[in-house]
């Protein structure tokens, strides 16, 4: 075994150089293989390195002759958060800066929310993360509910389960597997299992993408066509999303830099999102040549899967300018290569004969028409229980108070349209429609919050009619629209709850009641354009 300076100088330019250690046949010594022999293999080309020093990720002691010598310090997941800027960031610290500020691991909307309506305050701004939940109702409910859903969850077992996952940090989205005779492969094609555990929830997006709607637990009598995922949650079949039945997976939408970039400063999910649908199926954006891509995106070059040069033009997000690599741009339109599945799709132009030029459905999104279901639940109650325990994702442990959750009246088909904070119409779901109790409270508390929601249900569009003469999709509900006296009336199919409305609405036909939302700037339609939808007349 070598001793002395010169090693413990080769040491530390290793630790500076990994690639290099790898490359030097003086330090061919390596104890790890002596039991993790199988593990040398496995590894991307870019992490190849590691094949011959276990040590630039694991720490550890490479020379030690022992078990216990060489396990000192061990580390066994270099991803998780807390371990990956010693790991991960001696190459990619910016990524690790960036999602360690990241909605992913912060939840600061989620944190903002909830606190909001459940406790009347934010709390200070550097306490507004899943890091730093007090014991309030509101940091409580996180707590048991919500908090298991963020990458700074630390990974603990050397497997995979797409239902379950949680948390891992850097290991959540670029481990795709654990084989049992190689080493893990860190890999930028992050599959779509590895989004499911957090996005099958709350949005329920990864279902809805697949055509999967969950439900509530059927009687025995109606069981037909009803499925179970792992976790226990039923579903059923719904339509999928065009993209997914062509093949594409979430990162051939969603950039790295929406996704683990940019969002880092972003106050809810709805920023953090730099990608929009006229990001590729308008060819009139604004191009960007390969030798024109800012320093931050040039990494990307080495992934493109079509012959290109510096003069080769890409098209590029909208938002935040990131070149979109994987879109070839022919004479014959815009072919997406998918980063996953190997396909060549064409991508369709967005034309006005197909689209219509009346302005008045101008601020119409591409979902609002073109989402053909939306996942909504229009009953729910909370309450607390002291006596009760529940896990505490903070604390790691079983703690003491317990959360219960009932629901009712779980639906899935189209949505009611309201106004996001850009002016724009697009479909909203009911974020909450619940009653709260806490024995801490006077009295339970009532909510009714409609959220705008991306369906990711995207299908041909939606009928004039769905719209028109849908009070659904104006947020008043199940019901029928009468004539009166030459005004509208609208007669709800549904009893009321005990802010005025009907049980499935979101605001009433003058727009005196309901319509809440939980950022400024959104908004359900007001009465004149309520009446205006339903007024319409149709070709």
Known sequence: MRTGTGLFAFGLLAWLCPALAANDSSVAYN?????????????????????????????????????????????????????????CGTCHADRVDSVARNLMHTGKGLVSVTRILIDGDTGADDTVNLQSLGHSAGDSMLRKLCASCHIGQDKTEHKLDPTRDRGGGCLACHINDYPTDGHPALSTKVSDARCFGCHSRSGRISLSYAGLAEGLAPSSDETAGILRLADGRHIERMPADIHYLAGMSCIDCHTSIGVMGAAGEARHQR??????CVDCHDNSNPRIRRSGWPDEFTGLARHIPFPADDDTEFLQTGKNGAPLWHIQVRNDGAWLHTKNTNRTLKV??????????????????????????????????????????????????????RWN??????????????????????????????????????????????????????????????????????????GEIVEQSGKLH??????????????????????????????????????????????????
């Open 348 to 401: 369709p132009v967005v034309k006005s004969d197909t689209h219509g030029t009346d302005d008045r459905h101008d601020r119409l999104t591409c979902a609002a028409c073109h989402s053909q279901w939306v996942p909504q639940c229009f009953g729910c109650h909370m309450d607390y229980d002291t006596d009760g325990s529940q896990w505490d994702h903070v604390d790691q442990a079983v703690t003491s108070g």
């Open 490 to 539: 609208f007669l709800p199919a549904h009893e009321s709850l005990r802010d005025g409305l009907p049980k499935d609405a979101w605001t009433n036909m003058d727009s005196s009641l309901g319509g809440d939302t939980p950022l400024p700037g959104q908004r359900s339609l007001d009465a004149n354009e309520i009446e205006a939808v339903l007024g319409a007349p149709l070709r």
């Open 31 to 87: 104890s790890c293989i002596q039991c993790h022999a199988t593990k040398q293999t496995g590894f991307t080309e870019p992490h190849s390195f590691g094949a011959h020093s276990c040590t630039s990720c694991h720490a550890g002691d490479d020379r030690a002759d022992t078990v216990d010598g060489a396990h000192a310090g061990l580390i066994a997941f270099p991803g998780n958060l807390g371990n990956a800027d010693r790991a």
């Open 271 to 276: 920023e953090a999102v730099d990608i929009a």
């Open 405 to 478: 959750e009932r629901r009712s009246d779980v639906r899935n088909g189209l949505g009611s349209l309201g106004v996001n904070e850009q002016g724009g119409i697009e479909t909203f779901v009911p974020g909450m429609i619940m009653t709260v109790a806490h024995p801490d409270w006077e009295e339970e508390k009532f909510f009714r919050i409609f959220a705008p929601l991306s369906p990711h249900t995207t299908g041909p569009a939606r009928s004039c009619e769905s719209c028109h003469r849908s009070t659904v999709a104006v947020g008043l509900g199940e």
